[in-house]
């Protein structure tokens, strides 16, 4: 219910900042759930990168360390 709270909240602030023309609140309306998805979608990578690499979502968060399973200590390089 929140989701659609949200949807209807964004909707509406189309409607206003399109001059409150009426006759578009299909349009208003798929425009706020497509936003809504877009910042869901967005929400869940960066969750998902910063938990994937243990490390805050960021530019360089898919950079890991080679550790070894058995010391947790970098690998060394060969």
């Given at each position: 219910m929140k989701r659609h709270k949200e949807i209807q909240q964004l909707a509406h602030e189309l409607f206003e900042k399109s001059g409150r023309?009426?006759?578009?609140?299909?349009?208003?309306?798929?425009?706020?759930?497509?936003?809504?998805s877009a910042r869901?979608?967005?929400?869940?990578a960066s969750v998902n990168g910063a938990v994937s690499s243990g490390k805050q979502a960021g530019p360089r968060s898919d950079?890991?360390?080679?550790?070894s399973k058995k010391t947790g200590?970098?690998?060394?390089s060969s």
């Open positions: 023309v009426h006759g578009r609140e299909l349009d208003h309306w798929l425009e706020a759930e497509r936003t809504i869901e979608a967005d929400m869940h950079i890991r360390r080679r550790e200590r970098p690998k060394k």
